[in-house]
Nanobody, 116 residues
Framework: QVRLVESGGGLVQTGGSLSLSCSAS????????VGWYRQAPGKQRETVAN???????NYGDSVKGRFTISREDYKGTVYLQMNSLKPEDTAVYYC??????????WGQGTQVTVSS
């Protein structure tokens, strides 16, 4: 089972950028789908973006055109480049595999805070 550790979160002003990284404990070449998710206080966890093993990407409507997900399987890393950040993007960001989501297994995440 893949274990994932998120990093790269921090405090940024509105309009700024952050790049998040997700490091896998094992190779993820055969992981069909990996994605980024976020949860803000008082809100449900939502899908930010996901990417298939073949590089096909999907984005939540609220982040389209601003965020980019990518994966480098040989490095065991998934990235989320976040541009034009808004206060509404403030949340704890998690990466996970499709299986992890189904099993409700989550890591510690990384905090992203966007100030006005």
């Amino acid at each position: 089972q893949v274990r994932l550790v998120e990093s790269g979160g921090g405090l940024v002003q509105t309009g700024g950028s952050l790049s998040l990284s997700c490091s896998a404990s094992i190779a993820i070449n055969n992981v069909q789908l990996v994605g980024w998710y976020r949860q803000a206080p008082g809100k449900q966890r939502e899908t930010v973006a996901n990417i298939s093993k073949h590089g096909i990407t999907n984005y939540g409507d609220s982040v389209k055109g601003r965020f980019t997900i990518s994966r480098e399987d040989y490095k065991g890393t998934v990235y989320l480049q976040m541009n034009s950040l808004k206060p509404e993007d403030t949340a704890v960001y998690y990466c996970n595999t499709e299986l992890g989501v189904q099993l409700n297994k989550w890591g510690q995440g990384t905090q992203v805070t966007v100030s006005s």
